[in-house]
């Protein structure tokens, strides 16, 4: 079963706007990650985030962790054509994925 | 580091026939997965590997998926009698166990479709 289940399943903006998308999880965590994948391509890590984080910064990337909620959202600011992907959390373990985002940016 | 990576990169067969598919992890990595992914969907897990030792299977794993890791170096997923219900990516990926949170280093896949 899921672990992890990310939401929308579907987003499209424009260049330039901020692209966010959230993840929700059912069990404990001790870590939570986030990936990435181009069409037809292996996934790519992004960021990781720990049960005791609240906040995480990698460039262009923010990712929160709620962990009453058991939610995660991850941002991306200043968006380009380039990160058009689909965008998946996983948690520790058997890192286990969600069904993803399907992220389009409009030139 | 010369990352992850799998073969053959496509694979087209004959519904019945067996094939087989290696993925060779990053060399330091002693842990090693294999994930199926149709299209629109996430990864599944199917299996994985600390050095030869395989710790877990999906039951989406049938009697007709077995994957092996001798020397606990590269991998082979193999799969009998392939049904088109197969036809999918198969992803490999690695990482260094011990490390929590240690990230998946993915391959680009090896498609295969089943006719």
């Known amino acids: 079963s899921q672990q992890g289940e990310e939401d929308p399943q579907a987003l499209s903006i424009q260049e330039g706007e901020n692209a966010t998308m959230n993840c929700s999880y059912k069990?404990?965590?001790?870590?939570l990650q986030w990936y990435r994948q181009n069409s037809g391509r292996g996934l790519v890590h992004l960021i990781l985030i720990r049960s005791n984080e609240r906040e995480k910064h990698s460039g262009r990337l923010r990712v929160t962790l709620d962990t009453s909620k058991k939610s995660s959202s991850l941002l991306i600011t200043a968006s380009r054509a380039a990160d058009t992907a689909s965008y998946f959390c996983?948690?520790?373990?058997?890192?286990?994925f969600g069904p993803g985002t399907s992220l389009s940016v409009i030139p | 580091d010369t990352g992850v990576s799998q073969d053959p990169r496509h694979k087209i067969t004959k519904r019945g026939q067996n094939v087989t598919f290696r993925c060779d992890p990053i060399s330091e990595h002693n842990r090693l997965y294999w994930y199926r992914q149709t299209l629109g969907q996430g990864p599944e897990f199917l299996t994985y590997?600390?050095?030869?030792?395989?710790?877990?299977k999906s039951r989406l794993l049938s009697d007709r998926f077995s994957a092996e890791r001798p020397k606990g170096s590269f991998s082979t997923l193999e799969i009998q009698r392939t049904e088109q219900g197969d036809s999918a990516m198969y992803l490999c990926?690695?990482?260094?166990?011990?490390?929590?949170?240690?990230?998946?280093?993915f391959g680009n896949g090896t498609r295969l479709t089943v006719t």
């Open positions: 990926a690695s990482s260094l166990a011990g490390f929590n949170g240690a990230p998946l280093h």
């Open positions: 590997f600390q050095n030869e030792a395989q710790l877990e």
């Open positions: 069990t404990s965590i001790n870590n």
């Open positions: 996983a948690t520790d373990g058997k890192v286990i």
